[in-house]
């Protein structure tokens, strides 16, 4: 799901489960949204984020958008493929 205030920012709020069947979706919904943008900033919530696999993440870490409050399950993912370092601050939280 894509939030879009009028300060640009754009919010995607990532599904419960990223497994290898959902990084096609995954890709198409970061792409629309960074399309939609028009140049503003993208931030994925990951905080509902019970599962990240390694597609999943592959994709995250190619669209070079910052997570906002990542769950303990993508924090584990993170370092378990040693990308901890690509973990992000949050951004401020997204308003409507």
Request: glycine share 10%; hydrophobic share 45%; with cysteine.
């Given at each position: 799901?894509?939030?879009?205030?009028n300060?640009?920012?754009?919010?995607?709020?990532?599904?419960?489960?990223?497994?290898?069947?959902?990084?096609?979706?995954?890709?198409?919904?970061?792409?629309?949204?960074i399309?939609?943008?028009?140049?503003?900033?993208?931030?994925?919530?990951?905080?509902?984020?019970?599962?990240?696999?390694?597609?999943?993440?592959?994709?995250?870490?190619?669209?070079?958008?910052?997570?906002?409050?990542?769950?303990?399950?993508?924090?584990?993912?993170?370092?378990?493929?040693?990308?901890?370092?690509?973990?992000?601050?949050?951004?401020?939280?997204?308003k409507?």
């Open positions: 799901m894509v939030d879009q205030g300060s640009g920012l754009a919010n995607v709020t990532l599904p419960e489960r990223l497994d290898t069947s959902a990084a096609f979706a995954l890709k198409s919904e970061i792409e629309q949204a399309q939609n943008a028009g140049g503003g900033q993208v931030a994925l919530d990951a905080s509902g984020v019970t599962y990240l696999g390694g597609l999943c993440l592959q994709v995250l870490l190619a669209s070079r958008c910052p997570l906002v409050t990542p769950s303990e399950p993508v924090v584990e993912a993170y370092a378990l493929f040693g990308v901890s370092t690509y973990l992000t601050e949050p951004l401020a939280p997204f409507e």
